[in-house]
């Protein structure tokens, strides 16, 4: 735990005339404690190495500053405030936790839909690359099993936007190499021309309910010719739960009736 600190800069910060008066370094807060006392004894007077040089550069002493603030809006926790929505204190290993649940057949609800569109585009991001790599990990060590996972999003023109360069990655490779480590996903939107355009070639199942544009219309049209010739029937339509089918093995469009879901009734009721 020794900063590294000459001898004559340890005399200063702690105003000593004698080196082996100064504390011994042998924990973190004490660890702590010369480098808030080295903050301070720079700001006074630049500390200087045995060179001569500025012992702290512009980059040690902005670390410095989140140790030791100047003041309690200086700037240096300022910075990483905006950052606070990220962190919880009773927080744990939340992905180690939800890819144990899924290696165990258990299936997980993460509830984004009220958190900042920077903190639910970043967790769902976060969680589908861990997902992916950690089926990568098993197939490279022949685990994978008779396991499948399937993912689930919600909105995904918030996830998958049409600019290319603005969809994340990992998307695209569960999108078009999901299946070899047994990875299914399943994507729900109320606008096909905002879904990033490798997602929608890669796209192997339809479930097409109400479209209420015609420009929304024609881009599904564009997807997959088979709903060419529907777009009138997609427009007018209003019967909820009305769906028209297209799977990867059925060459045409079938429509059906989807019942409304209701739970079991619980037997001990």
Do not use: W
Not at 195 to 221: K, P, W, Y
Request: proline share 5%.
């Amino acid at each position: 735990m020794d900063p590294g600190f000459s001898e004559e800069v340890r005399k200063r910060i702690y105003g000593l005339a004698n080196v082996a008066d100064c504390p011994r370094i042998n924990s973190l807060p004490t660890l702590a404690t010369e480098f808030e006392r080295a903050a301070e004894s720079d700001r006074v007077s630049r500390l200087k190495s045995t060179s001569g040089n500025d012992l702290f550069d512009a980059d040690d002493r902005a670390l410095l500053g989140f140790l030791k603030p100047i003041s309690a809006v200086s700037t240096g926790p300022a910075i990483i405030r905006p950052f606070i929505q990220y962190h919880d204190s009773k927080a744990g290993d939340f992905v180690r936790d939800i890819i144990d649940l899924l290696d165990n057949g258990v299936t997980v609800i993460l509830d984004l839909s009220n958190a900042p569109p920077e903190v639910m585009e970043y967790f769902s991001e976060y969680l589908s690359r861990a997902v992916f790599h950690h089926q990568v990990a098993k197939f490279s060590n022949d685990a994978l099993g008779n396991h499948y996972l399937q993912l689930y999003f919600e909105e995904a023109h918030n996830l998958f936007p049409a600019k290319e360069e603005e969809a994340g990655e990992i998307y695209r490779r569960l999108a078009k190499e999901g299946g070899k480590y047994h990875i299914g996903m399943v994507y729900s939107t109320q606008s096909p021309t905002t879904i990033n355009r490798d997602l929608l070639a890669q796209t192997e199942n339809f479930f097409v309910a109400h479209l209420s544009c015609q420009d929304e219309v024609n881009a599904l049209g564009r997807v997959n010719v088979a709903y060419e010739s529907l777009k009138d029937d997609i427009l007018r339509a209003k019967t909820v739960g009305y769906v028209r089918m297209l799977t990867r093995s059925h060459r045409f469009v079938v429509p059906i009736q989807a019942r409304k879901f209701t739970p079991p009734k619980n037997a001990a009721g």
